[in-house]
Nanobody, 123 residues
Framework: QVQLVESGGGLVQAGGSLRLSCAAS????????MGWFRQAPGKEREFVAA????????TYADFVKGRFTISRNNAMITVYLQMNSLKAEDTAVYYC????????????????WGQGTQVTVSS
């Protein structure tokens, strides 16, 4: 089992920045790919970004490329999502996820999930 706890959400004005953190614990959690999904009201959960276990590979959804950066600290088993140039449409609950690979994480089907953190961007 892998436990994930997110933090760092909040209210920010459009154009501003936030950094989300996700602390992982549990068996072999440092060897998992980790990533972020989001779910806006009335919409399905969607993939945002992912990073492999070593941090050498990252991938992003097109709608965040150039604005969001995912990184990880394996000593602390924490993954971060730096969100810049935020837009009102980025408003959502952001979920941390973990799975054995980036490819499997992106499908969303077998992930471990955090409880989510609310990000609200005011226009």
């Amino acid at each position: 089992q892998v436990q994930l706890v997110e933090s760092g959400g909040g209210l920010v004005q459009a154009g501003g920045s936030l950094r989300l953190s996700c602390a992982a614990s549990g068996r072999t959690s440092s060897s998992y790919a980790m990533g972020w999904f989001r779910q806006a009201p009335g919409k399905e959960r969607e993939f945002v970004a992912a990073i492999n276990w070593s941090g050498s590979y990252t991938t992003y959804a097109d709608f965040v490329k150039g604005r969001f950066t995912i990184s990880r600290n394996n000593a602390m088993i924490t993954v971060y999502l730096q969100m810049n140039s935020l837009k009102a449409e980025d408003t959502a609950v952001y979920y941390c996820a973990a799975d054995l690979s980036v490819a499997s994480l992106q499908t969303g089907g077998n992930n471990y999930w955090g409880q989510g953190t609310q990000v609200t961007v005011s226009s």
